[in-house]
């Protein structure tokens, strides 16, 4: 059973950085491409960053581009998120997903909130 | 950036009714790269269609998609009680954009 537990999530304040983590089982991980996808509060989902099954290459929205840091560890199997100079507008749950054959979503995990507040 | 808008923003249905939602991308989506997602509170979204009319697995055939171009279409044939829920399209022809999502609830 393919399964993504997100953790690292908690309330910062401006200007702080926070790196998330995304543990990954049930699959061979190396194998696909994952994606960081993030639901502020009452809006819609947003994509964030995108990494693939390597390592090698990496994408990111224009919102967070500079500021955050998408990366990998096969070995462990882990994704993670680092987030730099964080602001107000980057509260949100943040959900690990993984890449299907096409780049759609065909698995996530539950989320973990982010609150960027003074 | 491809702008998905979605409607309605809520739906009032019993179970048993037919549901339709729809979804317009403000430029056309190629291969229509188009997927649907079901969010319940406190859990992770799921996987409901895909390529716009393909079924992910284990869900149940009363969810179809359809549409192409820029109008794209989730039906649920027969709602079940557990189909009460957030549904949300994404197109991922030119990176990634979701529409703001419908909300779907028990009339």
């Known amino acids: 059973e393919v399964q993504l537990l997100e953790s690292g999530g908690g309330l910062v304040q401006p200007g702080e950085s926070l790196r998330l983590s995304c543990a990954a089982s049930?699959?061979?991980?190396?194998?696909?491409?994952m994606s960081w996808v993030r639901q502020a509060p009452g809006k819609g989902l947003e994509w964030v960053s995108a990494?693939?099954?390597?390592?090698?290459?990496?994408y990111y929205a224009d919102s967070v581009r500079g500021r955050f840091t998408i990366s990998r560890d096969n070995s462990k199997g882990t994704l993670y998120l680092e987030m730099n100079s964080l602001r107000a507008d980057d509260t949100a749950v943040f959900y690990c997903?993984?890449?299907?054959?096409?780049?759609?979503?065909?698995?996530w995990g539950r989320g973990t909130l982010v609150t960027v507040s003074s | 950036e491809n702008v998905l808008t979605q409607s309605p923003g809520t739906l009032s249905l019993s179970p048993g009714e037919r549901a339709t939602l729809s979804c317009r991308a403000s430029?056309?989506?190629?291969?229509?790269?188009v997927a649907w997602y079901q969010q319940k509170p406190g859990q992770a979204p799921r996987l409901l269609i895909y390529?716009?009319?393909s079924r992910a697995t284990g869900i149940p055939d009363r969810f179809s998609g359809s549409g192409s171009g820029t109008d794209f279409t989730l039906t649920i044939s027969r709602l079940e009680p557990e189909d009460f829920a957030v549904y949300s399209c994404?197109?991922?022809?030119?990176?990634?954009?979701f529409g703001q999502g419908t909300r779907l609830e028990i009339k």
């Open positions: 049930g699959f061979a991980f190396s194998n696909n491409a």
């Open positions: 990494i693939t099954g390597s390592g090698d290459n990496t």
């Open positions: 430029q056309s989506v190629r291969n229509n790269y």
């Open positions: 994404h197109q991922y022809d030119t990176t990634h954009t």
């Open positions: 390529g716009a009319s």
């Open positions: 997903a993984r890449e299907g054959y096409n780049p759609y979503f065909d698995y």
